[in-house]
Antibody
């Protein structure tokens, strides 16, 4: 069955860095675009970033551009989010998710369990 | 960027009720509007995609409609497990924006 298992959350001071990982199994990881979505405490869902199936294209939400980097290692079936220059407003549960299919307009059909990132001094 | 607006932000309903949630986009999505359900402490689950297509395993009491800028999620015969927060999301363009959510709780 499809699984996305996340790791790497934690407490970090403002200005520091943290890397999240999302290990995929149960499907052909290299065939699908994958995303990061976050949810601040008590708030709604916010899309963060996407990477194409082969890693050739990436897009970011404006507030994380230049600070966050999405990447993937298809040989390890793993998605990453490198977060730098972290701010308190980045405090959230971060989810990885996958496109349902191969098209341009795909919904997100499977999600990781979430990783809590707390940015605090 | 496309902005998504859901209404209402919350509603109270009883088991067996019919519930309707609306989502409006700031520009046309054609049909590329999705609905998700999220329960506290859990990841979102895909319910409906491309406005009206039910995701695999989702009960038929859930339905979606609409095109362009205006979309609706309807839940018929509300069940106890349906009390949750619902989000719309557009996948017509990037960034893949979500609505602010509609919390459905027990009356």
């Amino acid at each position: 069955q499809v699984q996305l298992v996340q790791s790497g959350g934690g407490v970090v001071q403002p200005g520091r860095s943290l890397r999240l990982s999302c290990a995929a199994s149960g499907f052909s990881f290299s065939d699908y675009g994958v995303h990061w979505v976050r949810q601040a405490p008590g708030k709604g869902l916010e899309w963060v970033a996407v990477i194409s199936h082969d890693g050739s294209n990436t897009y970011y939400e404006d507030s994380v551009k230049g600070r966050f980097t999405i990447s993937r290692d298809n040989s390890k079936n793993t998605l990453y989010l490198q977060m730098s220059s972290l701010r308190e407003v980045d405090t959230a549960v971060y989810y990885c998710s996958k496109d349902r299919g191969y098209g341009e307009y795909e919904p997100f059909d499977y999600w990781g369990q979430g990783a809590l990132v707390i940015v605090s001094s | 960027d496309i902005q998504m607006t859901q209404s209402p932000s919350s509603l109270s309903a009883s088991v067996g009720d019919r519930v309707t949630i609306t989502c409006r986009a700031s520009q046309s999505l054609t049909k590329y509007l999705n609905w998700y359900q999220q329960k506290p402490g859990k990841a979102p689950k895909l319910l409906i995609y491309a406005s009206s297509t039910l995701h695999s395993g989702v009960p038929s009491r859930f339905s979606g409609s609409g095109s362009g800028t205006d979309f609706t999620l309807t839940i018929n015969n509300l069940q106890p497990e349906d009390f949750a927060t619902y989000y719309c999301q557009q996948t017509f363009s990037t960034p893949r924006a979500f609505g602010q959510g509609t919390k459905v709780d027990i009356k």
